[in-house]
């Protein structure tokens, strides 16, 4: 409802110009939505899904520096009714503008993310402080599939993925419980190749910055799975199945473009030069919260990751900039 996406959604003033942009994605719900890739030629590329009261401008410098960390490629959209999108800011935009961004990377750059007979989209998913459910994130001793089908049912749409998983989440989260992560793993742990990386003391705000090491690890090691493993092979689930395993898991769950090689007006110089100072040994230009969606190169598989939470402005004590965070997960068609 619109009272519903005032209270969930914080799109800041635009922190980047239009010159700027030299992309544009279309979606299939009318919006129109800047988009920026980092194309360095790595095996992996990362759809990157921003935080909630964030926009471009506020994260192109953090990834130019990730890029170059992680050894990826990038690709970053903007949402609807953020920047200087078109159309409005809901949940079922932010959906579509997911859609629009894997569209583009898999048809018009020829990425081959496809595994388990195409039943998902992507070669991975990473969740970094994700929330289970609107629900979730406001009662979290409340588990109840009803309430949680009602509004960003992250626990649904992750429980009939089969591509591999990697949540991030830190313990002494303020904004979504921790025991959301708990919730998502649970309904995921068979898809979980790794450990999940439970963040020990660090806050919604921190994983970046002060928890920047194990934060990294995490990714790293993830990534590095993806490349040394190959997709499942082909295995046909029909549609009633992949609800049945939703259901179940709800139920259980306990308590032809033209890439850009080089910035080109992708990134504001003074964001480049931020992150170039970063890569030289200072901090990294920081994003509070950060939504990875990762892709791969051309013939190679495909990751998908995301950071979010709850966006629900409800006696929250923190800034308007790093205020809640929302990155669902693209529901599997």
């Known amino acids: 409802s619109s ?84 159309g409005s800011p809901s949940e079922q935009n932010l ?51 009803i309430a949680d089908s009602l509004y960003f049912n992250n626990l649904g749409h992750l429980a009939s993925n089969k591509s591999p998983v990697l949540l991030i989440h830190g313990t002494a989260d303020e904004v979504v419980p921790f025991s959301n992560g708990q919730d998502l793993f649970n309904v995921c742990k068979a898809h979980h190749p790794l450990p999940p990386a439970w963040i020990d ?35 046909p689930t029909s549609s009633m199945s992949a609800w049945l395993s939703s259901m179940r898991a709800l139920w259980c769950a306990p308590g032809g473009l033209q890439p850009m090689d080089e910035p080109r007006g992708a990134v504001p110089p003074s964001s480049r030069k931020a992150a170039e100072a970063a890569g030289k040994g200072g901090d990294a230009p920081r994003s509070s919260s950060v939504s990875p969606t990762r892709f791969a190169s051309e013939d190679s598989p495909c990751l998908h990751s995301t950071r979010g939470a709850s966006g629900l402005r409800m006696n929250l004590n923190v800034s308007q900039r790093f205020s809640t965070h929302l990155a669902p997960l693209l529901p599997i068609p």
């Open 201 to 235: 003391g660090a806050n919604h705000n921190e994983l970046e910055s002060a928890h920047s090491d194990a934060y990294l690890k995490a990714l790293r090691e993830f990534l590095s799975f993806l490349l040394r493993t190959p997709p499942n092979e082909p295995k």
């Open 3 to 86: 009272t519903v996406n005032q209270m969930a959604f914080v799109p800041p003033p635009p922190t980047y110009r239009r010159e700027h942009i030299n992309m544009w994605l279309e979606t299939e719900r009318g919006s129109r939505l800047p988009a920026f890739h980092i194309r360095k030629g790595h095996a992996l590329t990362m759809l990157v899904s921003h935080a909630n009261a964030e926009d471009l401008g506020v994260v192109l410098a953090f990834w130019w520096n990730m890029s170059e960390r992680l050894n990826v490629d990038v690709f970053a959209y903007e949402y609807s009714g953020y920047g200087h999108s078109t």
């Open 95 to 145: 959906y579509a503008d997911a859609k629009a961004a894997l569209d583009l990377l898999r048809d018009g750059f020829n990425l081959r993310p496809e595994r388990d007979a195409g039943r998902n989209l992507v070669r991975g998913v990473i969740v970094v402080s994700g929330l289970a459910s609107g629900a979730r994130v406001i009662f979290p001793t409340t588990k109840l599939w």
